[in-house]
């Protein structure tokens, strides 16, 4: 089973309001990913969590902040976003982290809409 | 800097016709090669995993080779149900050591 689960599938929100998003695996993995992908474009790295620990900050805004509560979970809290961090975000998840070249899993994505 | 590029950016073809997806890489040395098909609106799903220049992987209609410059993607009598839009991933060996992505290849199957 090479499954990733996020929530939620949608999201509205305004420029002040906080939320998050979460993303499950349970496959053992070590790593964990989140990425940006805004329409037409391939996805874009934001951060690596490696052994729940955060190992890759791609110089992402302070308005989104990762956590890694256990090697299962992980999860994106977004506070005071602006129009233009609409996009689909995706989670996934490897076996071992960079510097191993393993697979990359990804969840459904969440389509956040910022008003 | 790590470069990858897909062509073409979009394919139209038969139900039944088959072709082929180029991804074209420089990299400071090859770790691994990725292929990924994509739904809109929805997460990569993973296809193949490549990691030396020869090496051919095949499931179902769809068949990956590697070389050092390059990958194909095959896709061999395809059906409407294959389309989407197809991503090429590397792995360099130095450097960041983070998967680069291409732009895609969007893929559509007319029955």
């Known amino acids: 089973d090479t499954e990733v689960t996020q929530t939620p599938k949608h999201l509205v929100m305004g420029m002040t309001n906080k939320k998050s998003l979460k993303c499950e695996q349970h496959?053992?993995?070590?790593?964990m990913y989140w990425y940006k992908q805004k329409a037409k474009k391939p996805p874009e790295l934001m951060f690596v969590?490696?052994?729940?620990?955060?190992?890759i900050n791609e110089s992402v805004p302070s308005r989104f902040s990762p956590e890694c509560p256990n090697s299962s979970l992980l999860n994106l809290h977004l506070h005071a976003l602006q129009p233009e961090d609409s996009a689909l975000y995706l989670c996934?998840?490897?076996?071992?982290?960079?510097?191993?070249?393993?697979?990359?899993?990804f969840g459904p994505g969440t389509r956040l809409t910022v008003l | 800097e790590d470069q990858v590029t897909q062509s073409p950016e979009a394919l139209r073809l038969q139900e039944g016709e088959s072709s082929s997806l180029n991804c074209s890489y420089t990299?400071?040395?090859?770790?691994?090669l990725f292929w990924y098909r994509q739904d809109p609106g929805k997460g990569p799903e993973f296809l193949f995993t490549?990691?030396?220049a020869g090496e051919e992987k095949e499931k179902e209609r769809l068949k990956a080779t590697l070389t050092k410059k390059e990958s194909f993607l095959h896709i061999t009598a395809p059906k409407p149900e294959d389309s989407a839009t197809y991503l090429c991933?590397?792995?360099?060996?130095?450097?960041?050591?983070?998967?680069?992505f291409g732009t895609g290849t969007k893929l559509q199957v007319i029955p």
């Open positions: 996934a998840s490897s076996q071992e982290p960079p510097p191993a070249p393993d697979t990359q899993y």
């Open positions: 496959m053992g993995h070590r790593a």
């Open positions: 969590y490696s052994y729940e620990k955060l190992s």
């Open positions: 990299v400071s040395g090859l770790r691994g």
């Open positions: 490549l990691y030396s």
């Open positions: 991933a590397v792995f360099p060996r130095g450097g960041y050591q983070k998967v680069t």
